[in-house]
C-alpha cells in the first residue's frame, strides 16, 4: 500500500474575495506521478505554491510528506524539491557553484554534497564541465541540470512547473524518461505542463477549472469517460466552462 | 549558519562577476575624491575687482597695486563714474568693486582719515564675505604701513562695505537658484532617459519600430508631456521660493520663465540622449543621476565658484548645461538683468539642445542590434 | 503572383553563436506558413531580419517584392507584427492600445473593424480594462487584434500560442484560418508539432538549419520506414524493454503509447515475443501514420542532433 504523500482535503484560498482555490480534494502516493493541469488563470499556481510551503491556505487540511501545511511550511520545503518554469540556476554561476549553493540551503553536509555532486555529474556524463557557466550551456541541458538539482537532497516529492517549455522534442522525452526513471525510484512527482501529449505520461492527472477540479482520474479513464481520443479533447471538453 | 554563508558566498560571486557594478563600487569614490579635493577650495584665487578711482593720486595708486599684487584678485576693468557699477556686476565677471571718495590721498594727508567703500556682488555670499575680508585686512594692513612705525594715531582708512542685491546676505540667494538648476536637471533627464529605455525593456519598442513612425517623431513625441508638466513644475518651484525663502524675481518673469522652458527642454533632449545609449533602465537612471548630479553640484559654480578651480575644471564646466543656467537664473533673479546680458548663455543652451536632438536621432537604433 | 517572402543564403550569426545557417525557402501570398521548432532554433532571429529589424550577415532577404535592408521604410508599413514576448502597452486599456496602434498606422478602428471583429468580440467586453490585467489568452487576441488593425499585407506572428493553454491555443488557430479570405499572408512560428498541419506549408527549424520545408502532408510522407505504436499499461517497463531489444531501431514515449521503428525485415511479431518473454503480456502493437513529430525525430536524428 503506498503511502499518501500529499493530502489535500476541502483546500480553499481566498485572495479578498477572490476565490482562487474553491474546496479541493485529492490525494497523491508515493512513486506517482501526477500531471496537474488546468486552464491559464484556473488557479493552478496558487494550488502549487500552497503545497510547495510557499503560501498557507485559507482553511482546509493539507498536509504534504506528513507536514502540516499551516505550521510546518519550513519542513515541507527540506523535503520537496522544485522546479519552476524553465530553470531556477544561476546563471552567472557555475554548474559546481549551483549545486554548492542549493546543496547549502537544503541542509547537506558538505561531504553529502560533494558525494550527490559526483553522482549527479556522472550521470549527465557531466564530469569534465563542472565549472562550465550556466548561461553557456543549451536550454535541453540546463533542464536536465535543474531537475537533478531540485532532487539533490532526494526528497519524498518534487514540484515541476512546466519544465519542459521550449524544448526541442527529443530533449523533451528524455526529460520525461527521467522523470519515470525518479518515479520508479519511489519519489513522487507533481508536474503541471501544457503539453497535453504529456499529460499520457502521468499515472493520474487533475484538471482544474475556474478554481475547482472537474477531472480527475487516470488518462484511459478519462478518456473514456468523455468519450475522447486524447487527453487534448478531454481537455477542450471539460477545462473551459 | 551553513546555509547562511552558502548564500553570502553566492551574493559575492554575482557582485564580482559583474564589472559594471564592480566600477561604480570602487570608481565613483575614487573620482569622487578627486574631484571634491581639488574643485571644493574656499580660497579665493583671480576674483574679478574692478576699481573706481576719482582721486587719482599716488595713494590710492600705491594701495590699489598693493590689493592687485596679493594674487586673490585679478582687475577686471576701471570704472570712470558709479553709474557703471551696476553694470560691472551684471557683465559677471566683475565679483567686487572698490571706490575710492573724492581726494583720497589728501584728506588722508591733512585729516589722517579717509574711506573707500567696497561694494561686493552679494548673489554669491561666501565669495563677497572673503573678498570683503580680505580686502579689508589689506586696507588695514595699508593703513599701518603708511602711518610708520611707533606713530601714535594711525591713519585710518575705514572701509566701508556694501552688499550689493542682497543686502542681508542671505545664503539662500545663492542656494536657492542653484537647487533650481539642480532639480530641473536632473528630474527631466531622469524622467525622459527611463522612457525610451523602458519600451527597449519591455519590448514594446520592436512593435513601434515596424511601424511608420519616424525616430524624430518618437523622440519629440516622448518629450512633449514632460515639457508641458515641467512647465508647471517651474512655477511651483518659483512660488515655492518666493513665499518660502523670500527669493525675489527682480528681472523680467517672462524672461524667467522662456528661459526655465529653454532649460528644460535643454534637459528632456539630454535625457533622450542618454536612453539612446542605455541598454536598461537601470542603467538610464544611473547615468542620469550620478553621472549629473555631482558635476552639477561641484562643477557648475553652484556652490564652489569655478574662478576657484584649477584651469581644467574650467573647461569641464564649460561642457556643462547648469553652469550657464545658474549665470542666467541668478542674473534674473537676483540682479534683475535683461536678455542683453545674458543672450550668450541662452544662446548656448539653445545650441546644445539642437546638438542633443541632432545627437538622439543619429543615435537611435531603427534596427534591433 | 510575386512571393510573399523569398529567402535565399540567410546567414546570421551572434559573436561565436550561429543562430541561422544558410535559410533558404520562399513563401507564397495568402498562405498560412508555419515555422516549427524548439527555442533556440533560430525562429526569433529569421522573424526579425523578416521585419526588417535585423540584418543577415549572409544572403539575400526579400520580402513582399522589396529587398528588407534597403527598403525597410516601406516594408514596416505593410507588417503586422506581433513579437514573442507580449508587447502590448501594459498600462493602457485594451481600446486605447488599438486606437493607438490604428493611429500610428494612420487609420482608424473603424475602417478595418471587419477584419477584427471575430476576434475582437471575445474581448470587447473588456475594453477599457488595462491590457496588464488581462489572462493569458486575452493578452494574445489582444495583440491580433492590433497586429491587424491596419490590415497588413503581411502577418508575422512570433510563437503566439506558447505558453497559453489547448483551448486557447486551438481557438487561435480558428481566428488565423478566418483571416484567409481577406488575402494576408501569415508566418507563424511555434514549438507545438500539433499545430503544423493548421498550416498550408511548413518549415521544420532546429539549431539554425531547415529540416524540411513542405505541406504538412508531404513532410509526414516523407517518412523514411514503418512505424508502429506499442501500448501497455506499464509505460516506463516497455519503454526500456523495447529499448534494449535488438531489432528497435528507435523508440519514443508519444502520449499514451510507444512509437516505434524497426530494423529492416523485423516484424511486429517478433516485437510482441520478446515483450512477452520480458513480462509485458499486455502489449498491443499496430502499424501507424507517422506524424510531423515524428518525421521531425527523424530528421533530427539524422545528422541534426541538439
Known sequence: MSEKVIYVKNLVKKFGSFVANDNLSFEVYSGEIFGFLGANGAGKTTAIRILSGLSKPTSGEVSIAGFDAYRQTEQIKKNIGYMCQKFSLYEDLTVKENIILYGGIYGMSKLLIKERMAGLLAKLHFQ????????????????????????????????????????DPITRRQFWETIYETSSRGITVFVTTHYMDEAEYCDRIS??????????????????????????????????? | MKRFLGFVKKEFLHIFRDYRTLFILFGIPAAQILIFGYAVSTDIKNAGVAVLDVS???????????????????RTETLLNYNDIDKAFKKGKTKAVIVYEDDFGKKLISEGKASLSIISDGSEPNTATLITNYTTSIVNDFSMEISGPGVKNLVKISPEV???????????????????????????????????????????????????????????GKVMPYFFLSFVNVLMILMLSWLVFGLPVKGSIVLLLAECMLYILMSLTLGILISTVSK????AIFISLIGLMLPTVLLSG??????????????VSSVLPPRYFIVIIKNIMIKGTGFMYIWKETLILTVMTLVFIGLSVRNFKIRLE | MIKAIESSGVTKSFGATLALDDITFSVNESEIFGFIGPDGAGKTTL????????????????????????????????IGYMPGRFSLYQDLSVEENLNFYATVFGTTVEENYELISDIYSHIEPFKKRLAGKLSGGMKQKLALSCALIHKPRLLILDEPTTGVDAVSRSEFWDMLGKLRKYNITIIVSTPYMDEAIRCNRVALIQDGKLLSVDTPQNIKAGFSRKLFTVKSTEKYKLLKTLRKNQEVLTAYPFGDSMHVTLKNDSSEKSVLDYLMREGITDAVIREADAGIEDRFLELMENGFKA
Request: hydrophobic fraction near 45%; aromatic fraction near 8%; include cysteine.
Open chain 1, 207 to 241: 484538471i482544474m477549472s475556474e478554481g475547482k477540479i472537474v477531472a480527475l482520474d487516470t488518462p484511459e479513464n478519462l478518456k473514456k469517460q468523455y468519450n475522447a481520443a486524447s487527453v487534448e479533447d478531454v481537455f477542450i471538453k471539460i477545462a473551459r466552462p
Open chain 3, 47 to 78: 522573424f526579425r531580419i523578416i521585419t526588417t529589424l535585423l540584418v543577415p550577415d549572409k544572403g539575400n532577404m526579400k520580402v513582399l517584392g522589396m529587398d528588407s535592408i534597403t527598403d525597410y521604410k516601406e516594408l514596416r508599413k505593410n
Open chain 2, 302 to 315: 553652484f556652490i564652489y565658484p569655478i574662478e576657484n578651480m584649477p584651469k581644467i575644471y574650467d573647461y
Open chain 1, 128 to 167: 569534465k564541465d563542472e565549472n562550465r557557466m550556466i548561461s553557456d550551456l543549451p536550454l535541453g541541458l540546463r533542464q536536465k541540470l535543474a531537475f537533478s538539482v531540485a532532487l539533490l537532497h532526494e526528497p519524498k516529492i518534487v514540484f515541476l512547473d512546466e519544465p519542459t517549455g521550449g524544448v
Open chain 2, 162 to 220: 556694501k552688499m550689493l542685491y542682497n543686502p542681508a546676505l542671505k545664503s539662500h540667494f545663492m542656494f536657492v537658484p542653484g537647487v533650481i538648476t539642480l532639480i530641473l536637471i536632473l528630474i527631466c533627464a531622469l524622467m525622459t532617459s527611463v522612457t525610451i529605455t523602458r519600451e527597449k525593456e519591455f519590448g514594446t519598442m520592436e512593435v513601434l519600430l515596424v511601424s511608420p513612425l519616424r525616430p524624430i517623431q518618437i523622440i519629440l
Open chain 2, 280 to 283: 536598461t533602465m537601470q542603467q
Open chain 2, 56 to 74: 587719482h593720486d599716488e595713494i590710492t595708486q600705491k594701495l590699489t597695486d598693493k590689493i592687485f599684487s596679493s594674487g586673490f584678485f585679478k
